[in-house]
């Protein structure tokens, strides 16, 4: 059975920096594990992705200031926030589905993905 439980949110300052954690378990050696946030009011936004094999997908808006990575077992699937503004204040949110056999890596296309954690919420105040 597939199950995905997010941690590592809270509140900080602008500028700080986060790691958000997502543990994933009831998966095969092909999926995929994305990370979306969703501010009050706004849609879902997809931001990184990453592949058993480490391949790493991101979305421009977070390139250079967000990092998703893995450990070695790829059970756990970390998303590193730096430079954090009150624009990231949203409920965080990892996704997981398989990848497909025509796929090399992984999209973080929300509609994609068949199952979600509960979120875990950031708070950035100025």
């Known amino acids: 059975q597939v199950n995905l439980v997010e941690s590592g949110g809270g509140s900080v300052q602008s500028g700080g920096s986060l790691r958000l954690s997502c543990e994933a378990s009831?998966?095969?050696?092909?999926?995929?594990i994305g990370w979306f946030r969703q501010a009050p009011g706004k849609e879902r936004e997809g931001l990184a992705a990453i592949s058993i094999g480490g391949l790493t997908t991101y979305a421009d808006s977070v390139k250079g200031r967000f990092t998703i990575s893995q450990d070695n077992g790829g059970n756990t699937v970390f998303l590193e926030v730096h430079s954090l503004t009150p624009e990231d204040t949203a409920m965080y949110y990892c996704?997981?589905?398989?990848?497909?056999?025509?796929?090399?890596?992984?999209?973080?296309?929300?509609?994609?993905?068949?199952?979600w954690g509960q979120g875990t919420q950031v708070t950035v105040s100025s």
């Open positions: 996704a997981g589905r398989a990848l497909l056999p025509r796929e090399t890596g992984c999209s973080i296309v929300s509609g994609q993905y068949r199952r």
């Open positions: 009831g998966y095969n050696n092909r999926r995929c």
